[in-house]
């Protein structure tokens, strides 16, 4: 269910007794359980985390570690040596980006909640076309299997997602699956316009089309 990892993100505390602020790319002692790993913090929101301050950042380590959401932490200043704060790993799937976007934020504030409809609903809506499968959720989340189906079921029932797979459940997005149908139809009502004695789009050209418009 949980894998080794080097890049995550975290709500962090930074101590009021720390002797320094949180910034870009610190290099600190990264505590957990009894391993201590060297790594970065990169702070996301705000883009400084002042003593007696919390918010949101981005650890990546030096050395893989088996971490799951809400594990907690302690990270310390490399010289001299001070502890600097602590926190709580939210996130264990970042998306690759130099932008903290609203979305990052928003689901981010929903894992510190722990409500599992909206950190459902949020990672739906940053996947977007690739969908949200039953596996990443469990690895997002501590939710047993049959808690997080029921969850998704609902959800699908309600409007708010569209069931792609039902065994092992993959839902999407309910507005990224009509943008997706309009995107298809714009896309073969111009290939007919094109090419009007055609019997149809190849399957893969038409997925790659959609992809690269909507991704």
């Known amino acids: 269910?949980?894998?080794?990892?080097?890049?995550?993100?975290?709500q962090i505390q930074v101590l009021a007794s720390s002797p320094v602020p949180v910034?870009?790319?610190?290099?600190?002692?990264?505590?957990?359980?009894?391993?201590e790993i060297m790594g970065i913090i990169t702070p996301l929101s705000p883009k400084e985390i002042k003593p007696g301050e919390s918010g949101f950042a981005r650890v990546a380590l030096d050395e893989a570690a088996l971490l799951i959401p809400?594990?907690?932490?302690?990270?310390?200043?490399?010289?001299?040596?001070?502890?600097?704060?602590?926190g709580t790993v939210l996130d264990?799937?970042?998306?690759?980006?130099?932008?903290?976007?609203?979305?990052?934020?928003?689901?981010?504030?929903?894992?510190?909640?722990?409500?599992?409809?909206e950190t459902i609903m949020h990672l739906a809506k940053r996947n977007r076309i690739l969908g949200l499968s039953e596996k990443e959720l469990l690895a997002?989340?501590?939710?047993?299997?049959t808690h997080i189906r029921n969850v998704l079921n609902r959800l699908v029932s309600?409007?708010?997602?569209?069931?792609?797979?039902?065994?092992?459940?993959?839902?999407?997005?309910?507005?990224?699956f009509e943008e997706l149908a309009e995107e298809?139809?714009?896309?073969?009502?111009?290939?007919?316009?094109?090419?009007?004695?055609?019997?149809?789009?190849?399957?893969?050209?038409?997925?790659?089309?959609?992809?690269?418009?909507?991704?």
């Open 1 to 10: 269910r949980y894998t080794s990892l080097r890049v995550f993100d975290a």
């Open 23 to 35: 910034q870009k790319r610190m290099q600190v002692r990264f505590h957990h359980g009894t391993a």
């Open 70 to 86: 809400r594990d907690r932490f302690i990270f310390r200043r490399v010289s001299p040596l001070a502890t600097l704060g602590g």
């Open 92 to 117: 264990i799937g970042p998306p690759r980006t130099k932008r903290f976007k609203d979305v990052a934020k928003e689901f981010l504030l929903s894992m510190a909640a722990g409500g599992l409809d």
């Open 140 to 145: 997002q989340t501590l939710h047993p299997k």
């Open 158 to 176: 309600e409007g708010h997602l569209v069931l792609l797979s039902p065994d092992p459940v993959e839902v999407m997005d309910v507005n990224t």
């Open 184 to 215: 298809v139809c714009q896309a073969l009502k111009r290939h007919h316009q094109q090419e009007p004695l055609s019997l149809g789009v190849p399957k893969e050209q038409l997925f790659s089309q959609i992809f690269k418009r909507c991704h």
